[in-house]
Every structure is written in structure tokens, then in C-alpha cells.
């Protein structure tokens, strides 16, 4: 077991290091590793068949955590318009047009319309970690950042209650009307967003009695796993629920912390009159001024550490995750269903690519929502890298589900493809407007 985490960490070592050199993503690293190191120490599996669900549910909230804490609540009011077409109504679309198109591709399997939106909601569902890992080797229009990874975080929370409470009831004989679709979903969704801001709340209380680093990140854990599993334990969505609770915490954080950054500025100005000054000050009030500007600075400097090792947990945890996934799915399997994998791939970047097109129109006539021009189109349009959520909805399906292999096949397959594909496709669009988005960057900073 020693030598197997030892393992682990080398591959996650590496992608951190190829990625800071090279500028790979990290994710096509770990895959690439994941499967070698599965294929060259097959006896060294982390986890059993049996128990990958349970990790997987298990990684979930702090995948998401890691994600819901780059995002701030200002920049979501701003764009929420925005993030509610990419994340809400262009999955909803995008699943009507599969349920139209799936016939054409998969008639010999004949499948129903609950798993036709089974499969669909699993592989539009996109991976925050992977585009934030893409985004931090450059530097980016901070609006085309937020619809990027705002977009990937909400589009996940959409697929999982769709997959979850329309899909699976369909799979499984439920009869649901139109009139169930509408309720559920705004029961689910107003009660897991209440779930979530309870927790995040009680998080923030909490956050108030300790100034220790290490109370802090425990803190942030605890709000995540709390608010997930709050809202799972009612069977609600509790993605959702986690991405509500972090982002609440975050917030009220991050207000403290411009406060404390304004206390810095105020306290280094006062410090450096004084110094230019020919008055002489009481020990006293300068031993004041300075004590002050350093809990300040220490407080400042101890949430941008936690962010980092939320950020290298996510890293572990996608590391955990691709290395059994490896274990779950292996390549002859993939191979067999290699057309099916193929068709849906390219079936669901047509589709990403008209939703992407019919947002910017849309976006380019509404002043309430961010333009888009073709530079930021293509980006949006290969973030859409598939991850983590897919697999858990995998692991969702029942266990006696005809088409089971067969939808194993095609997620981990798009999972691969698009890690690697649309990633490099990311990385060389972003370097070939490297100067422009320099550009927009520094003109949004000023």
C-alpha cells in the first residue's frame, strides 16, 4: 500500500512539473500516467471494482470545493445570466437535441428515452479541475475565466439532477410528466441551495472562532462534506448543495479579507508618513499600528495558503480517481466500442459547438450578458472537458442496466478523448491569442 500512494505521488508530482514546464495540462498527464501506471503495476490497484463508487462519492466534494472557491459571488451576479444559459439551458437543450439524434447512432442497441438522457447528461457534464488547471499557465480575460469555470461548475450541478431524478426514475419504470420534471427540479434545486447556505453560514460562524491555518482548511472541508452530505441524506442534489455552501463561506471570506487588505494599505501608509516624519511617536501606538498590519498580512497570506492546499487535495483526488478508473475500464473494452465512442464524441462537440454559438449570438444582443466574440467562443467551447462527475453518474446506473458496459465504454472513452483533445486544442488556442488575451487581461486589471 506504501509503495502503491508512493506511486500516486510521483505521477501527481509530474503532472505539476510537466505542466509548469510544458504547459501539458495536468489532466492529460495523469491520464496518460494513470493508465501506464496501471498496465506496468496492474497488483498496485488503489482501489477494487466494488469500492469505486464509494471512492469516487468520496472525492466529489472536495473536487468541486476546489473549484467553488475561485469562483466570487460578485463576478456570478454579474454574469449570472450568462452562466445560466451555458450551465442550465444549454444542457437542457443539448440533451433534447441528443434524444432527437441518438436513434441515428446507437439504433441497434435500442435504447430508451431514460437512457438516452442517461447517457447524454454523463457526457455533457464538464470537469472545473481540468479547465482550471488549462487557465492557470496563462493569463486570461478574467469575464472569459468566470464563464469558463462558472459554467463548468453549474453545468455539472444540471447533469447531476437531471441524470439523477429524470433519468434514473425513467431507467427504472417510473412514469414522469412534464408537469414531475417541473417540480422536481425546483424542489431539488431551491432546497439543496437552502441546504447549502445553512452550512456555509454555520461554516462562516465557525471560521469567526479560530485564526489557525491549519482550523481554517479543516473548516473548508468540513462545510463541503457537511453540505453534501446534509443534502444527500434528504436525496437532494448534493453537488448543488456543496457549491452553494463554498461559495457562501468564500464570500464572506473574501469580503474580510479586502477589508484586511484596505487595513494593510491604510496601516503601511500611516507607517511610512510616520517614518518621513520628524514627529516622534509613543511606542505604544506604533507597537499598535504594526501588530495590527501583521495579524493583517498573516490572515491575508493563511487563506491564499489554504486555497493552494485545497487545490493540491483536488489534484490528489483526480489523480485517485484516474488511476481507478484506469483499474474499472480497460482498453480492450474501450477498443470494442470504438465507433460508438467516436460518433458520440464528435455528435457531442457538434453540439457544444451550436450551443456555444447560439449563446454568443444571444449574449452579442442582451446587455445584460457578457459579449463573446470568436476568440472566447472557441475557448468555451473546448473547456468543455469531461471528468469526474461522469464517472460518479457511471457508478449511478444500476447494477442489472442491459447497456451498462457499453455506456462505461463511451464515458470513460469521451472522458479520455476530451482530456486530451480538446485540452491541447485549449492550450494552442490560447497560445496563438496569447497577445491579444494579454491584452484584454491587463485592460480589465486596469
Known amino acids: 500500500m506504501i509503495l502503491t500512494l508512493l ?30 501506471f496501471y ?33 466570487k459571488l460578485s463576478d456570478l451576479k454579474k454574469n449570472a445570466w450568462s452562466l445560466l444559459f451555458l450551465a442550465v439551458v444549454a444542457v437542457a437543450l443539448s440533451i433534447l437535441f441528443g434524444l432527437v439524434t441518438a436513434n ?59 441524470f439523477a431524478f429524470i433519468a434514473l426514475p425513467l431507467i427504472n419504470g417510473v412514469e414522469i410528466t412534464a408537469f414531475d420534471i417541473a417540480f422536481v427540479s425546483v424542489k431539488v434545486v431551491s432546497l439543496s ?32 462534506y457537511g453540505a453534501f ?16 455552501a463554498v461559495i457562501t463561506l468564500n464570500s464572506i471570506t473574501d469580503k474580510s479579507l479586502k477589508e484586511a487588505s484596505r487595513r494593510v494599505r491604510k496601516g503601511k501608509r500611516i507607517l511610512d508618513k510616520t517614518n518621513k516624519s520628524r514627529k516622534v511617536f509613543s511606542t505604544r501606538f506604533m507597537g499598535g499600528i504594526t501588530s ?18 485545497v487545490a493540491v487535495l483536488a489534484l490528489l483526488a483526480n489523480a485517485f480517481l484516474f488511476i481507478s478508473m484506469a483499474s474499472i475500464v480497460h ?35 442582451s446587455t445584460k450578458m457578457t459579449n463573446v466574440n470568436f476568440r472566447w467562443w472557441s475557448v468555451l467551447l473546448f473547456a468543455g472537458i469531461k471528468g469526474g462527475l461522469s464517472i460518479v453518474m457511471l457508478q449511478m446506473l444500476p447494477s442489472d442496466f442491459a447497456h451498462k458496459e457499453l455506456f462505461e465504454a463511451i464515458v470513460v ?32 486589471v486596469h
Open 104 to 162: 441515428t447512432f446507437f439504433a441497434e442497441y435500442n435504447l430508451s428515452v431514460g437512457a438516452v438522457i442517461a447517457l447524454f447528461a454523463m457526457v455533457l457534464a464538464t470537469d472545473p479541475v481540468s479547465v482550471v488547471s488549462v487557465f492557470s499557465s496563462f493569463k486570461i480575460p478574467h469575464k472569459l475565466k468566470i464563464l469558463a469555470e462558472g459554467e463548468s461548475l453549474f453545468n455539472d450541478a444540471t447533469a447531476l439532477i437531471i
Open 39 to 71: 498496465y506496468l503495476f496492474p497488483q498496485m490497484v488503489l482501489f477494487s471494482e466494488e469500492s469505486f463508487a464509494e471512492l469516487v462519492l468520496f472525492l466529489i466534494p472536495i473536487l468541486i470545493a476546489s473549484d467553488a472557491l475561485q469562483l
Open 292 to 309: 495590527k498590519l501583521n495579524e493583517d498580512i498573516t490572515s491575508i497570506e493563511r487563506h491564499k495558503q489554504n486555497l493552494n492546499y
Open 331 to 365: 482498453i480492450d473494452v474501450i477498443l470494442k466500442y470504438t465507433s460508438e465512442i467516436l460518433w458520440m464524441f464528435l455528435v457531442t462537440t457538434l453540439i457544444r459547438a451550436i450551443m456555444m454559438s447560439k449563446f454568443a449570438f444571444i449574449s452579442n444582443r
Open 229 to 244: 452530505e446534509l443534502a444527500e441524506h434528504f436525496h437532494l442534489a448534493g453537488l448543488l448543495a456543496v457549491i452553494v
Open 7 to 36: 506511486l500516486l505521488l510521483t505521477v501527481l508530482f509530474l503532472s505539476i512539473e510537466i505542466q509548469k514546464h510544458f504547459k501539458i495540462p495536468s489532466p492529460i498527464t495523469l491520464i496518460v500516467l494513470s493508465y501506464g
Open 193 to 224: 441551495v437552502m441546504i447549502g447556505l445553512v452550512v456555509g453560514f454555520i461554516g462562516i460562524l465557525l471560521m469567526k472562532q479560530t485564526q489557525d491555518g491549519m482550523s481554517e482548511l479543516v473548516l473548508i472541508l468540513m462545510t463541503a
Open 413 to 444: 472513452g469521451i472522458i479520455l478523448l476530451s482530456t486530451i483533445i480538446y485540452a491541447l486544442i485549449l492550450v494552442a488556442i490560447i497560445l496563438y491569442n496569447k497577445s491579444v488575451f494579454v491584452e484584454e487581461y491587463e485592460r480589465e
